[in-house]
C-alpha cells in the first residue's frame, strides 16, 4: 500500500547498469559474498510494483547517474548513483556535495539537485533533473 524507496551501499555502477562481477570492486568480490546489483534486481527490486526508486553509492563519480528501467509488473523504478567521494581527490578544500530529492505534494514528481555546501553552488547540469514517479 506504499511507495517504496530502497536504499543501498553497492547497487548501480557509473554506465547505468547494475554492479556485476565484472565491474570494478563488485559486492560479491570485494564484500564477502553479498549480492550484486544485478543479482538484488533480478531477486527483489523488479519484483513488486510499489517499489519506485533505488539510491546507492559504493562507485566514485562527479556527477548524479539516473537510470529508470521496468519492473516485472509494469512500473518504472528510477535507479540513483550518488557518490562525490573522488570530487575532492587533489582539491585543498572538500566540495561537501549534497544530493537533495524534492518530492511534489502530489507524488508524481521528484526534482534532484546536486549542492555543494562548501562552495554555495550547484554541480553540474548533468545532476540537476526532475523525473517522473509511474
Not at 548513483?81 to 537533495?100: E, F, P, R, W, Y
Amino acid at each position: 500500500d506504499h511507495k517504496v524507496i530502497i536504499t543501498t551501499h553497492t547497487y548501480l555502477f557509473r554506465d547505468g547498469t547494475t554492479f556485476d562481477r565484472d565491474d570494478a570492486y563488485p559486492a560479491s568480490k570485494s564484500q564477502g559474498g553479498v549480492n550484486d546489483g544485478d543479482q538484488m534486481w533480478d531477486k527483489f527490486v523488479s519484483k513488486y510494483e510499489n517499489i519506485f526508486l533505488v539510491m546507492s553509492g559504493h562507485d566514485p563519480w562527479d556527477h548524479i547517474v539516473c537510470t529508470r528501467t521496468e519492473g516485472e509488473n509494469g512500473n518504472v523504478v528510477t535507479q540513483l548513483l550518488i557518490d562525490a567521494q573522488n570530487m575532492d581527490s587533489g582539491l585543498k578544500d572538500c566540495t561537501g556535495m549534497v544530493a537533495m530529492l524534492y518530492f511534489s505534494e502530489d507524488g508524481k514528481t521528484v526534482t534532484v539537485r546536486y549542492y555543494s555546501v562548501t562552495r554555495n553552488q550547484y554541480g553540474s547540469d548533468k545532476s540537476q533533473f526532475t523525473f517522473t514517479v509511474e
